[in-house]
């Protein structure tokens, strides 16, 4: 299995009105972008930690309604908010909504404060890989019985470089694996990820590898291809939305067609 490259980008709903975010979709979607993501939280990563900033997945609803053709998700749903039978219900009503274009990116949790203000246990990073260990054959059993049932097999993005454990649920349960860092890091846990991808009976090709960038193409893109990645996300945060370098991480896309 080969996989296009494909340009995605992270639209941070923080620090902005929802207009400010729905035209950046908007605009986003016209530019030509693969895939819109936003992001599970309940406050801003970045900036004044009090500032506006609102909730992922009724957002993805809305966008599932304003947008025809990029693919949408999470980069990533905290799995610790959402019991898995309600968050596999809530994907399947999204990707009949956007008419089977929904992403359901899915991490283990990591900012205290949503846990500590919105009133979850926010235990230990082992406790939460083990949580989303139980959850993923979860949400992928209640797809099976949902009615109706979802419009495709809805890929499942997982978020994390974790050697162990993350990378082993991505092979056991994951379209596409979403990585952070530099080359050398990418390369490394390629391996190790290919590795459990053999180990489950998977071919490692099956797993589709997204990477975030944040710099122009010009400077890292060759390199990551050669790595392995296919699928680059740019994030970008509000007010202001400035998709400038977004444009040019699709222009470099589209040269190479």
């Known amino acids: 299995m080969t996989h296009p490259i494909r340009i ?50 009724t957002m993805l609803g809305a966008w599932a309604e304003a947008t025809s053709r990029v693919e949408i998700g999470a980069l990533v749903t905290c799995n610790s908010y959402r019991n898995p039978e309600l968050l ?8 009949h909504i956007s008419g089977g274009r929904l992403i359901l990116g899915i991490g283990a949790g990591w900012f205290e404060r949503d846990y500590d ?3 979850y246990d926010f235990g230990t990073a082992g406790s939460r890989l083990a949580d989303l260990a ?9 797809w099976s019985k949902l009615n109706p049932a979802p419009t495709r097999e809805i890929p499942i993005l997982i978020g994390g470089g974790g050697e162990k454990k993350t990378l082993r649920y991505t092979a056991e349960h994951a379209q596409i ?21 053999a180990d489950v ?7 589709e590898r997204s990477i975030g960038v944040g ?24 007010p202001d939305y400035d998709l400038g370098l977004l444009k040019e991480w699709i222009a470099w896309r589209d040269s190479r067609s």
């Open 201 to 207: 009976g998977r071919e490692p090709s099956q797993v």
């Open 177 to 197: 694996w979403h990585s952070f860092g530099d080359v050398d890091t990418l390369v490394r846990k390629n391996g190790i990820l290919d590795g459990h991808c």
């Open 134 to 142: 139980q959850a993923l054959p979860r949400i992928r059993d209640r």
């Open 8 to 57: 995605g980008v992270q639209l941070q709903p923080q620090h902005a009105e929802y207009r400010q975010i729905r035209s950046a979709v908007a605009e986003a979607e016209e530019a030509g972008v693969d895939v819109v993501f936003n992001w599970d939280h309940f406050f801003p990563l970045y900036g004044e930690p009090d500032g506006a900033h609102f909730e992922c997945w």
């Open 215 to 238: 710099k122009p193409p010009g400077e890292v893109a060759d390199a990551l291809v050669d790595a392995g990645a296919t699928l680059f996300t740019v994030g970008v945060g509000g």
């Open 117 to 119: 203000e919105y009133g």
């Open 88 to 95: 596999a219900d809530m994907a399947r009503t999204v990707d």
